[in-house]
Structure formats: structure tokens, C-alpha cells
């Protein structure tokens, strides 16, 4: 039973993976899960569905897509997680809009430790570049699993920070299968070894970037803390920011040069009220 309660978690990731909205209406709407592939195409897009995600429930194909994925997890030495999982992560289990589904890579008790989120530019400067390091292989030195997203510049250096000293984990913007960026793929592997790599998104799912803010909202909702190593005013880790005050947890920043771009956001946020 428990097996069939994994099937209709991943069937309805696979249609609704990027539509959290409609998910969690879909999920209130049914409290029997089960009642939600019973359902019509009229009745499901009268809930907000959209239609072609409506029809896509109703398919008789769908089930056999949810088992195979499934069975390419098993067949990959991967995990799967849903919200229902006695194992699923507590931190992440708390916030307002918590994935009903994770896959994972690695191992599934990393998400259960005591962990710090490091993120910020895509393209650092030395001082940012340092700064990170130091910041993850120090938090993870001190026994804390340092959060990031896999991306260019601040997030990759403070997983390889991390893993000179301890463990991190890696939130990813797409499937398992379609790792991004590309040049990650080695990082992703080793984080794997003694961390995990986990993702909302289906394993083929690609890295669309309206997939980037909803996977900020995993890396804050792991974590106790959020810290920011140099950002614009229009950097994505501000988001990540804004969600973690959401989500009542604490925020961080690294104060910069006054003159240099990639202090402004950090800096703002210092003004704001986080804490150096």
C-alpha cells in the first residue's frame, strides 16, 4: 500500500512538478488522494487546473510513467522521497508550500541534520570567492550541512568548501537526469558521496528558469539560516532571502565595498536587518 501511495505522489509530480499552485489546490481539494485521478478534466481544471495538466491526470498512461520513473530511481541507486515519508525532512516539512515530492541522489538522512544555506552571485569577485569558501568549510567543520544550488560562482564554491571539512547538499533547478550547469556534473557526484543532491523537478525535466525561485524556497526551508555572499538588487539569492524571513528563519549577510555592485544586495540586506 505504501508503494501505491509513492505511485500517486510521483503521478502527480509529474504533471504538477512546476505548478505548485495548482498542486496544493489539487491536494486540499481531495483529501483522498487517490479521489484526484478518479476526478474529471472539467472538474479538475474547475480548481484551477490548467487544461492540458487537467487531461494529463486523467491519462491511463500516467501511472506507467510514475512506475518507470520510479524504477529508474531504484535502477540508479537513487531515493524518493514524498511528504507522507516518516524520513522526509523536518525543516522542509514546516514551511507553508513544502514539495510533495523530492528525488534524491546521496544520502536521504543528510536533509535531517542541522544546516546553514550559502548562497550568492553567479559570477563573485576574489573576495566573494574567499569569503564563501571559508564560511562553508567552516560551518561544515563545526558539524553544519552547508545548502546551496549547484549554480555557478558562490553556490559551487561553498559546496567544495563544505566538502573539505564535512557535508553539504545541493538543491537542483531540474531533474536528475538533466544536471545544470553541465561542467557540475563531477560536484554533483561527489556532494553524492557523503551529502545528497536533491530536486522536485522529474528526473528529465530541464532547468527551465521559472523552476530557480521555487527551488529557493527548498534551499531556505532545509536550512536554520540563510547566508548571503555578494548580490545585486536583482540577484536571485535575495529571493532566497525574502523566503527565509518567510519561513521564520534567520538571515545573514556579508557586508562589501559600498562602490561595488555585488555588495549592493547584501549590504541592503544589512540595512534591512540581517545580521552580519
Given amino acids: 500500500m505504501a508503494e501505491d501511495r509513492r505511485t500517486l505522489w510521483v503521478a502527480l509530480n509529474l504533471v504538477l512538478s512546476d505548478s505548485l499552485r495548482a498542486a496544493q489546490k489539487v491536494v486540499a481539494h481531495f483529501p483522498d488522494l ?3 485521478f478518479r476526478a474529471s478534466s472539467k472538474k479538475l481544471a474547475a480548481i484551477g487546473v490548467e487544461k492540458e495538466k487537467a487531461a494529463a491526470l486523467t ?5 506507467e510513467h510514475a512506475s518507470r520513473t520510479i524504477s529508474w530511481l531504484s535502477n540508479k541507486g537513487y531515493f524518493l522521497l514524498t511528504v507522507e515519508d516518516m524520513d522526509y525532512p523536518p525543516n522542509l516539512k514546516e514551511i507553508f508550500d513544502p514539495p510533495f515530492v523530492l528525488y534524491g541522489a546521496g544520502r536521504p538522512e543528510a536533509l535531517r ?3 546553514v544555506a550559502v548562497v550568492g552571485a553567479r559570477r563573485p569577485s576574489p573576495y566573494g570567492r574567499a569569503t564563501a569558501e571559508k564560511l562553508a568549510k567552516d560551518l ?4 553544519l550541512t552547508v545548502v546551496s544550488g549547484l ?3 558562490i553556490d559551487s564554491i561553498a559546496h567544495w568548501g563544505a566538502l573539505d571539512s564535512g557535508r ?3 538543491v537542483l533547478g531540474s531533474g536528475l537526469d538533466d544536471i545544470y550547469p553541465p561542467e557540475n556534473k563531477g560536484l554533483f557526484r561527489k556532494i553524492a558521496e557523503g551529502g545528497a543532491v ?5 528526473p528529465e525535466m530541464p532547468p527551465f528558469s521559472f523552476h530557480f525561485p521555487l527551488r529557493n524556497r527548498v534551499i531556505s526551508g532545509l536550512s536554520l539560516a540563510t547566508v548571503v555572499v555578494e548580490a545585486t538588487r536583482q540577484s536571485g539569492s535575495l529571493i532566497t532571502a525574502r523566503l527565509s524571513l518567510e519561513q521564520n528563519r534567520d538571515v ?3 557586508p562589501g565595498c559600498p562602490a561595488s555592485d555585488l555588495s549592493r544586495g547584501t549590504n541592503w540586506l544589512i540595512k534591512s536587518g540581517a545580521k552580519l
Avoid at 491519462?59 to 501511472?63: E, Q
Fill in 113 to 115: 541534520e542541522p544546516a
Fill in 34 to 36: 487517490e479521489d484526484v
Fill in 151 to 153: 549554480a555557478r560562482g
Fill in 198 to 202: 536533491i530536486t522536485e523537478f522529474p
Fill in 168 to 170: 553539504t547538499v545541493a
Fill in 252 to 254: 545573514m549577510a556579508v
Fill in 140 to 143: 561544515a567543520a563545526s558539524g
Fill in 59 to 63: 491519462s491511463p498512461r500516467l501511472f
